[in-house]
Every structure is written in C-alpha cells, then in structure tokens.
C-alpha cells in the first residue's frame, strides 16, 4: 500500500477524476479518507495482518476488526455519504477517494476470494446500512 495513494492519484490527474477546483468536494474526500486510513485502516486492519495465524494475539485483533472496527467505519462512511445527494463521496462521479475506500470495500469486504471473507461479508451485512449498499 505504500505506492497505492501516489499511484490513485496518479490516475486520478492523468483520467481527470478529481475537481480539485472544487475545494469542498475535494475536503468530502480526504476527510473519509483520513479516516479510512488513519483511523481504520493503519489503527486495526494492518497490524493483525503481521501476526502469524497461530499468534494467540491474532484472534482477539481479528474480532476487534470485524466486531468494532469495521463497523465503525461503516457507521461513520454512511454518516458521510449521507451528508449529500450525490452518488459518489465527492459527486455524482468517480473520485481517486472512491479507487481507495470503494476498492477497499469491493476488493477486501465483499470479496469472496479475500481473507477472512466470510467474516468481512457477515460483518458488512450487519452493519451496513441502505446508503452505503447504494453506494457500493
């Protein structure tokens, strides 16, 4: 992940994704992903992912992803989302804030082949409200 935010906004410049003349649709985006990243991702995904699977430690970090942490953020991108009419975090189109937090939901959440899927898609199910599946 350490190339992923240059690379998004990379390709964000070069499609035209973002209106960066836009400085409120552009604020929408980068406080979600501050705290998809900092407060979500960075604080309760990565650091389990480091402890081998017989770690006694990995179980109670795994819970606390599925149980506290992701829904957490799901709560809290739904509180986001619904600030606005708009179909996207930052408009009705496709921003480099939707590649991250969009691709995490769509590339870890609800894939099938991911780690732990089962567990990200019953804790997606519980928690996710009808603005975010709309989103998704």
Known sequence: MAEAR??????????????????????????????????????????????????????????NIFEVAF????????????LFKDKFICSDKVSSFDLFVGGFLLNVALNPNAHFADQWKASYEQHTTDRVKQYV
């Open 6 to 63: 240059a690379i998004v906004n990379f390709i964000s410049r070069k499609c035209g994704l973002d209106d960066w003349a836009n400085a409120d649709a552009v604020y929408r985006g980068e406080i979600l992903l501050e705290f998809f990243e900092k407060d979500f991702f960075w604080k309760s995904v990565r650091v389990p992912l480091y402890y081998s699977d017989d770690d006694p430690k990995r179980p109670e970090m795994m819970k």
């Open 71 to 82: 829904p957490h953020f799901l709560n809290h991108f739904n509180r986001r989302l619904s």
